[in-house]
């Protein structure tokens, strides 16, 4: 999300910066890039297709579908079957791919899950899926409710939602996931337009001798085996800090002190 420009929309201030943190990603074991055609529109796609392709098999891109931009920056829903049908294959161009890794249907608006039936928009991915278009289908910015009528409707393999220290509403859908093997995957883990800051976090990053948003990252990966993260950057650098907190073990009192941030 933060390869395009400011507020994204339109092209990065460095292409070529951007261009190094997703060649830097995959070098690194990066094995999971989250992408979608809003995006700029289309810049973060075109980006990730001069960067990588073809990528790896080992690489899973994935992408959404459920909403368009506007002139203003804006994120209209775009959820009918014929507006999901060519935002699927807008991303397979851009991306110049013949098949989606993995297509997350969005949900909800820019204030989060909204209720509503999701039943449709799956049915119209399954379609696709089943013409060879998508290999693995998934939900973002849902409900627990829509994650159940999106689960009668097709096999998906991962829910994706504003999750962090100091966002946990999804505690239990997460546990429930987990229980099903199905990856949950935290969108704004580090708190996005406004960066997590706690005294307790800051007080773990310190004696850890780490920044605070690498142990924010290692905070969400001891909470569930079944968390994917997605940390959004546009430099080398904050990407390598990014990779950081995976090799962060944080222990019992560590644990108890961060939890308290989302008390």
């Not at 891109?61 to 294959?89: F, I």
Request: glycine letters at 8%; one cysteine or more.
């Amino acid at each position: 999300m933060q390869l395009a420009g400011p507020w994204v929309m339109g092209p990065p201030a460095d292409r070529d910066g951007a261009i190094a943190v997703l060649r830097e990603a995959v070098s690194r074991g990066i094995t999971h890039i989250d992408t979608s055609e809003a995006y700029g529109p289309r810049v973060t796609n075109e980006l990730i297709r001069e960067a990588l392709h073809p990528h790896p098999e080992s690489v899973q891109v994935a992408t959404k579908v459920g909403a368009n931009r506007d002139a203003e920056g804006g994120w209209p829903t775009a959820r009918t079957p014929d507006d999901l049908r060519r935002q699927v294959h807008s991303n397979l161009e851009s991306l110049g791919v013949e098949r989606l890794d993995l297509v997350n249907m969005r949900m909800g608006d820019a204030t989060g899950p909204q209720p509503g039936s999701i039943t449709e928009a799956m049915e119209t991915l399954v379609d696709l899926q089943r013409e060879g278009l998508i290999a693995q289908l998934g939900v973002s910015n849902v409900t627990a409710e829509q994650v159940t009528e999106a689960r009668k409707a097709a096999p998906i393999v991962c829910v994706q939602n504003l999750y962090n220290l100091a966002n946990r509403w999804d505690d239990a859908l997460i546990d429930e996931l987990a229980a099903d093997g199905i990856a949950y995957v935290p969108f704004f883990p580090l708190g996005g337009f406004t960066p997590l800051q706690a005294d307790a976090l800051t007080a773990v990053a310190t004696r850890l001798a780490a920044t605070p948003m690498a142990v924010a990252l290692a905070w969400l990966l001891q909470r569930s085996d079944n968390i994917l993260l997605i940390p959004g950057t546009s430099r080398v650098a904050h990407l390598r800090e990014n990779i950081a907190g995976a090799a962060i073990s944080l222990t019992e009192h560590d644990v108890a002190v961060l939890d308290s941030i989302g008390v």
